[in-house]
Structure formats: structure tokens, C-alpha cells
């Protein structure tokens, strides 16, 4: 069954600490994306990676990190440096030739 | 830098009522053009795009949007709307660029009341 997995749905934690949400995807896609999700403010991109081991900052990139060291895995870490951690955060993947983005069902992350 | 311009933050509408979503961006070269919708607890999908051709594109369950370059805009309509169309909208725009990255709109909550 293809398609785009996060991990955990729903995470809580504890303010000052870092914490990793994860993402794989089984499509083959080359491209990988990570956004936030506020309320009124749609999508916002966090970072993406367009191949294995390069990323680039995408527009709120302040206070998360991310890697890229497989095809498949994509992972984002939300550090202490990140102000309001608190927001639903999905992630997405696209094909080489395509411009069509597919999305996983995301993770809720609330800093408590 | 692009930006995408939804101007209704939530409609509200009755079954068999009509549908149009207005959605605005600013670039003025050639871009690619999304609806998505997200339906309460499900994943982001997509709805319809448009890329090149004929401006009025035809999405699933009987959505369709139309691209009006003059006025950058592509607006989402449905004449008959139902309740399973219940869900948030949004428009989203890649102008171009290898990393072909999105910029989505605010998004729009559609309620749909029995």
C-alpha cells in the first residue's frame, strides 16, 4: 500500500524540549516537503529536500532542523529555539517530473 | 515573492446550494495551479489543478475551477453542493523553479448544513 506515513498523530511535550516528528514515504518520490498548519493561516513551508543528503530552508524555517539521509525517510526535529511550537505539522512528497504534491495525514504536536 | 489570496474564511451554505471559492494570487509569470481539501480527520488531497490548456478544469465530486489569467485568479465552484462536501479548501500555487515548491492560501472552511 503506497502512500506517505507520519508518525506519531498526535505528540505532547514538555517546553525546552527538542522533539522529532517523523515521515516516510513508499512512493519513490525524490522530493520531500515538510509544512506547518495553523489555523487561518493555511500551509507553510518548513523545509524540503529535493534529493538524498541536500535540504533548503523553506519560509519559517527558524527553530527546526531536518535530514535527509534516505530516499524514503524525512525526518523534522522541533527544537527549543522554535517560539510556538504548538500547530499541525504535515508532511509531503512529489515525483521528479511532477508538480503534484502528495500529503501524509500529519502530526499534532502540543508543547505543553 | 507569490502569495494566494482566499478572501472567505468560512461559508456556510445549504444542500443544493451553488458554490464559489475565491482564491487570488500574485505572480505575474507562468504558474501551476491547485485546489486541495481536507476533510474533517483525513488527509490533504487534491482536488483539481490546473497546468496549461483548457482554462476550465473539471476536479472529483463534481468540483470544477476556472483560471482567469487577466484577473489571477482561479476560482473553485460546484453547483449543488451536499453535506459531504463539509471540509477545508485550499488554493495553492507553485510559480515555477526545480524545487517547484507550493504556496498555499489561507484556506476556506465550507459548512454544509443538511
Known amino acids: 500500500d503506497g502512500g506517505i506515513t507520519q508518525s506519531p498523530k498526535y505528540l505532547f511535550r514538555k517546553e525546552g524540549q527538542n522533539v522529532t516528528l517523523s515521515c516516510e514515504q513508499n512512493?519513490?518520490?525524490?522530493?520531500m516537503y515538510w509544512y506547518r498548519q495553523d489555523p487561518g493561516q493555511g500551509l507553510r513551508l518548513i523545509y524540503y529536500?529535493?534529493?538524498?543528503?541536500?535540504?533548503q530552508k523553506g519560509d519559517i524555517a527558524e527553530g527546526y532542523s531536518v535530514s535527509r539521509e534516505k530516499k524514503e525517510s524525512f525526518p523534522l526535529t522541533v527544537t527549543s529555539a522554535q517560539k510556538n511550537p504548538t500547530a499541525f505539522y504535515l508532511c509531503?512528497?512529489?515525483?521528479?517530473?511532477?508538480?503534484?504534491?502528495?500529503f501524509g495525514p500529519g502530526t499534532r504536536l502540543t508543547v505543553l | 515573492a507569490q502569495s494566494v489570496s482566499q478572501h472567505n474564511h468560512h461559508v456556510i451554505l445549504s444542500e443544493a446550494a451553488s458554490l464559489e471559492l475565491g482564491c487570488n494570487y500574485s505572480?505575474?509569470?507562468?504558474?501551476?495551479l491547485f485546489w486541495y481539501v481536507q476533510y474533517p480527520g483525513q488527509h490533504l488531497q487534491l482536488l483539481l489543478k490546473?497546468?496549461?490548456?483548457?482554462?476550465l478544469v473539471k476536479g472529483i465530486k463534481g468540483f470544477e475551477a476556472e483560471f482567469i489569467k487577466s484577473k489571477f485568479s482561479f476560482n473553485l465552484r460546484k453547483p449543488s453542493v451536499q453535506w459531504s462536501d463539509t471540509a477545508e479548501y485550499f488554493c495553492?500555487?507553485?510559480?515555477?523553479?526545480?524545487?517547484?515548491?507550493?504556496?498555499f492560501g489561507s484556506g476556506t472552511q465550507l459548512t454544509v448544513l443538511p
Open positions: 509531503a512528497s512529489r515525483t521528479g517530473g511532477s508538480n503534484e504534491q502528495f
Open positions: 512512493l519513490n518520490h525524490d522530493a
Open positions: 529536500s529535493q534529493i538524498v543528503n541536500d535540504f
Open positions: 505572480y505575474g509569470g507562468t504558474v501551476n
Open positions: 490546473y497546468f496549461s490548456g483548457d482554462p
Open positions: 495553492a500555487v507553485n510559480a515555477g523553479g526545480s524545487a517547484r515548491q507550493l504556496t
